[in-house]
């Protein structure tokens, strides 16, 4: 339904982020986050988790407690993306401030 990365680089490692969206054939949403580093001379290292839910707010706070209490950038624009792309998130697209 949905993706985004994020990809920095700094003296000796590259790292990023991909966030990827998804909503099943009994219409749960499935996210699943990668965060990666390149260390030079120590290779690859991964992390994922995947999650499903019933709910866009529970996907919302979910992806929220992978990082820190906030809605960082790639998984912002990844739920903006997937509220485009499929109609019964359209309402959901917008940010509630109490």
Known sequence: MSHAEERGRSPGVAYGVDIDLYLTIRLRLVAH???WSLRDGEGLSEDHRVAT?????KLIEWLKQENAGRLDAPSKRAWVRACQAWPGLKREAVERVD
């Open 53 to 57: 839910h019933d709910s866009a707010a």
């Open 33 to 35: 986050l990668c965060r």
